[in-house]
């Protein structure tokens, strides 16, 4: 185990939630599935009690803890995107798979964790400040899925 994991809550399906992201997103994959070895308050012993998986590299932990806790935006994974391929790629794969959309290139997934599936020009813009990014904010602001072209129209003013 890593020294630092984050650890997300899942009412018992982290392991159908960590094949998804490592079907999904590039370095991503399932190392391994644990049992519960007794009854706990979310499910019977021999359950699946946590997964461990990464998403894109980040190191993760699936714990199946039952309905007691939900996910909220305040937790998030942020995807930088190359282009509109992978954009869109990404997004209607989570949406695709019984997630919904948001605002500003935020979606989550049927499972109720947030994504941010951002394109690479868009941070760039931000990153550069001034009227750059007060442009591409304001053409990001009316967005559901970002727009690259219009994100680069913006860049250009």
């Known amino acids: 185990m890593m020294k630092n994991t984050i650890c997300l809550w899942y009412?018992?399906?982290a392991a159908e939630a960590a094949r998804f992201y490592a079907q999904t997103f590039p370095d991503?994959?399932?190392w391994a599935v644990h049992r519960a070895p007794s009854d706990f308050p979310g499910g019977k012993a021999g359950d699946v009690l946590t997964v461990e998986f990464t998403v894109c590299g980040v190191p993760c932990v699936g714990l199946n803890g039952g309905n007691m806790f939900k996910h909220s935006e305040a937790?998030?994974?942020q995807i930088a995107t190359d282009d509109?391929?992978?954009t869109d790629r990404y997004w209607n794969a989570i949406v695709g798979n019984g997630g919904m959309e948001s605002?500003?290139?935020w979606c989550k997934d049927k499972w109720g964790l947030s994504w941010?599936?951002?394109p690479r020009v868009l941070t760039d813009a931000?990153?550069?400040g001034g009227d750059v990014a007060k442009r591409a904010f304001a053409a990001m602001i009316e967005m559901r899925k970002i727009d690259v072209a219009t994100i680069e129209a913006?860049?250009?003013g």
Do not use: K, L, P, Y
């Open 11 to 13: 009412n018992h399906d």
């Open 28 to 30: 991503s994959t399932v």
């Open 75 to 77: 937790f998030s994974f």
């Open 84 to 86: 509109q391929a992978e």
């Open 103 to 105: 605002a500003c290139g």
């Open 116 to 118: 941010q599936i951002t």
């Open 126 to 128: 931000m990153a550069r």
């Open 154 to 156: 913006a860049v250009r």
